[in-house]
C-alpha cells in the first residue's frame, strides 16, 4: 500500500505542486470569504449547481486517471506489476485508498461544504456528494485496474517541442535553489504554502471582527510565517547535502546571507498576498510585517547553520522563541526595533571568525 501511494500518489502531487501553488494564490489571494461562501451555495442550491460540481471533480479526476495510466508505462514503474499477484480483493481495496489519495483536494472541499450545509441548514442538499465519491473512486480504482492488467512497457523518446524558450536557463544559485525546491519538494512546499496562506486569512478574517491595532495581525502573520521552516530547512539540506561544491566556492559570507535573504523573500510572498488582498492593513503595515516574517526565517536559518542542520533539536529553541517574540509583540516593542535586532543577530552570528 505504501508503494502505491509514494511511487503514484506522492509523484502525482509532487509534479503538479507548481499548478497547486497557482490555485492556492486564486483562491487564497483573489477570491474573499464572501466569495467562497456564494460558491458554495450556488453548488448546494443551484439548479446546475451539483451538475457543475460533478464535471469539476470529473474534470480533476481524469487528470488523475491520465497521470496513473502514462506513468505506469514508464519503465521505471516496472515494478508495479507485481501488484497483479495480490488477490483480487485486496488489489481492488488498495487501488481504492489510492483512489481517495488522489481525491484529497476533493474531500477537503467536499468538507468545506458540509460545513457551509451545516452552517446555512443546506445539508439536505449534500446528498449527491456521497454518490460523487463512490463514482470518482470506482474510476481511478479501475483504471489502475486496467493498466495492470494491460502493461505497455516503452522507453520514452524526446521529441522536438514546437515552442522553445528563447533563453538560456540563468546561472544563478537563487534560480537553481528554487527549482529544485519547487521540482523536488514540491509535496513540502505545497503543504508549507497551504498551511501558512490558511493562518493568514484566519488572521485577517478575525483581525476584521473587532478594533485591534498591528499587534494582533503581527503575532498571526509570526505564526503563519514561522510555518516556513520546513521549507528553510529544505533550502539548508539543498546547499549542505546537493550542493555540495557550493561552500567550496571563493564566495563571501554575506554573499552568501544574501542568497538566503533573497530566497526567503520569495518563499513568503504568497502570504503576505493575502494580506493585500484583504485591503484592512495600510501597506506600511504590510510592509513592516513581511520584513518580520522575512527577519524571522533569517534568524531560524543563521541557527540551523550554527547547530549544523539539526530539525529534531531546534524545534524546542524555536517555539520558545515565537512564545518570546508573541510576549515583545504584545508588550507594545515596536516592530522595526524587533527588525534591526533580528537581522543585527543574523549578522554577527554569520560573522567570520579566525578558529584556533
Not at 275 to 304: E, P
Request: some cysteine; aromatic content about 16%; glycine content about 8%.
Amino acid at each position: 500500500m505504501k508503494m502505491l501511494l509514494v511511487s503514484t500518489v506522492s509523484a502525482f502531487f509532487r509534479q503538479r505542486a507548481g499548478t497547486f501553488l497557482v490555485l492556492l494564490g486564486v483562491l487564497f489571494g483573489f477570491l474573499s470569504a464572501n466569495e467562497h461562501h456564494a460558491f458554495a451555495v450556488f453548488f448546494l442550491t443551484g439548479t446546475y449547481g451539483m451538475l457543475a460540481l460533478f464535471v469539476i471533480w470529473l474534470t480533476y479526476s481524469l487528470l488523475c486517471v491520465q497521470f496513473v495510466i502514462n506513468t505506469w508505462k514508464l519503465p521505471e514503474y516496472t515494478f508495479i506489476y507485481h501488484a497483479r499477484t495480490w488477490p483480487a480483493s485486496v488489489r481492488m481495496r488498495r487501488f481504492a485508498v489510492q483512489a481517495l489519495g488522489f481525491m484529497q483536494p476533493i474531500l477537503g472541499y467536499g468538507a468545506y461544504l458540509f460545513i457551509i450545509g451545516i452552517q446555512d441548514k443546506l445539508l439536505s442538499r449534500l446528498w449527491p456528494v456521497l454518490p460523487f465519491y463512490m463514482v470518482l473512486t470506482l474510476m481511478l480504482a479501475a483504471a489502475a485496474e486496467w493498466r495492470i492488467r494491460k502493461p505497455v512497457l516503452y522507453v520514452a523518446v524526446k521529441g522536438r517541442s514546437i515552442v522553445k524558450w528563447p533563453f538560456p536557463r540563468p546561472a544563478s544559485w537563487l534560480y537553481w535553489s528554487m527549482e529544485w525546491l519547487v521540482r523536488e519538494r514540491g509535496i513540502t512546499l505545497l503543504v508549507g504554502k497551504m498551511g501558512a496562506m490558511l493562518v493568514a486569512a484566519g488572521t485577517m478574517l478575525y483581525y476584521s471582527t473587532g478594533e485591534y491595532d498591528i499587534r494582533m495581525p503581527a503575532v498571526g502573520m509570526s505564526l503563519a510565517y514561522l510555518l516556513n521552516l520546513g521549507l528553510s530547512f529544505e533550502l539548508y539540506r539543498w546547499e549542505g547535502e546537493i550542493w555540495l561544491w557550493g561552500r567550496s566556492l571563493p564566495v563571501s559570507v554575506w554573499k552568501r546571507l544574501a542568497r538566503i535573504i533573497a530566497a526567503h523573500a520569495i518563499l513568503i510572498v504568497p502570504e503576505t498576498l493575502v494580506l493585500f488582498r484583504s485591503r484592512a492593513l495600510a501597506f506600511a503595515d504590510v510592509a513592516q510585517l513581511y520584513l518580520l516574517g522575512l527577519t524571522i526565517l533569517i534568524v531560524c536559518h543563521t541557527y540551523l547553520y550554527k547547530r549544523a542542520g539539526m530539525p529534531e533539536n531546534a524545534m524546542q529553541v524555536f517555539l520558545f522563541g515565537f512564545v518570546g517574540l508573541t510576549l515583545l509583540i504584545l508588550y507594545k516593542i515596536p516592530l522595526l526595533a524587533l527588525l534591526v535586532c533580528g537581522l543585527l543577530f543574523s549578522a554577527y552570528a554569520s560573522w567570520p571568525r579566525a578558529r584556533g
